[in-house]
């Protein structure tokens, strides 16, 4: 089974550690050191490394990919076209920036050797990786990372992406990109029946924000933390909480980045995607994944910061 029992490893006194299991990991920056998981499976990469990320800069990862490239592992890193000016300024070869200027290119994923994939909502920068709240789920999963790879290179080569990625009972993940991220955040939401938590950097899309008005209103739990620094998630601060939702603001000096929905406890959508009217231009991609341990993992990290 793709799902087993998942083992969270107790750490004592330490930071907590990542939800483990056979075929999936899932990493939470600042509490979890994300870069050094990412530089040793570059490290046992054989024959290919394929990165997205909106920007990246650090060195150590810089350094993995160009050691990995001399050992003949084909290495690529996609990154937007204006953000590849914060890159290293060494004559890496390869990075790549993507085919579409008037928007952002906003995904965060990777692929290793065609096995091992990962998406989320960090970026390969320290502040993302040590300062923001992020997240990083790592698939061990053949059919994962093949999907993955064949979205990076339509990426690459800005072509028609392939369509979503449906899972089956022993793999229960969807993989969305635009324009299908709104839509299918939409119908999750509507489907929730007991409670729905969330936490993002940007909440301004007016829709979703109404959608979890109605909700609240109807009796389902509605909880959420927001990015204080980012002036727009005033109105969904304002309005849910004046619903009957319980929002708070979030207490990290640095970013809340999440791009993150827990659905009755058993359902996990994450990403790129920001609720926002810009989000829709942008090239994105989500998840879905539907598993109560992945769900109980995000509740008693996230939440109990909060509640």
Avoid at 234 to 250: I, K, M, P, Q, Y
Wanted: net charge positive.
């Amino acid at each position: 089974m793709f799902w087993l029992i998942p083992l969270i490893i107790l750490a004592g006194c330490g930071k907590p550690q990542p939800l483990v299991t056979d075929d999936f990991e899932v990493y939470l920056s600042r509490k979890n050191d994300i870069p050094l998981k990412i530089i040793g499976l570059i490290n046992q990469a054989k024959k290919e490394v394929l990165i997205t990320s909106f920007e990246a800069n650090l060195p150590c990862v810089f350094a993995a990919l160009k050691a990995a490239q001399g050992r003949g592992v084909k290495i690529k890193l996609l990154v937007d076209d204006k953000a590849a000016e914060s890159a290293p300024a060494l004559p890496f070869n390869f990075i790549y920036t993507d085919s579409k200027p008037s928007s952002l290119m906003h995904t965060k994923f990777g692929v290793v050797d065609r096995k091992i994939a990962w998406l989320g909502s960090l970026n390969l920068t320290f502040g993302s990786a040590y300062q923001s709240d992020n997240d990083l789920i790592f698939f061990h999963s053949p059919k994962i990372a093949g999907y993955l790879r064949q979205v990076f290179n339509s990426l690459i080569e800005g072509k028609k992406p392939p369509p979503s990625f449906q899972g089956n009972p022993e793999i229960p993940v969807q993989i969305y990109l635009n324009p299908k991220c709104r839509p299918v955040i939409l119908k999750e939401l509507k489907l929730a029946q007991k409670e729905i938590f969330f936490s993002h950097y940007i909440f301004t899309d007016q829709e979703i924000i109404q959608v979890l008005r109605e909700k609240a209103d109807c009796g389902v739990k509605v909880s959420g933390v927001l990015e204080r620094d980012w002036t727009g998630n005033d109105t969904a601060f304002r309005e849910l909480n004046a619903s009957g939702a319980s929002v708070a603001w979030d207490k990290n000096y640095y970013l809340n980045h999440y791009k993150l929905f827990l659905i009755d406890d058993k359902k996990v959508i994450t990403g790129s995607y920001n609720p926002s009217g810009a989000a829709g231009r942008n090239q994105e991609i989500i998840s879905v994944i539907n598993s109560p341990e992945v769900a109980r993992f995000y509740k008693q990290n996230l939440m109990r910061r909060f509640w």
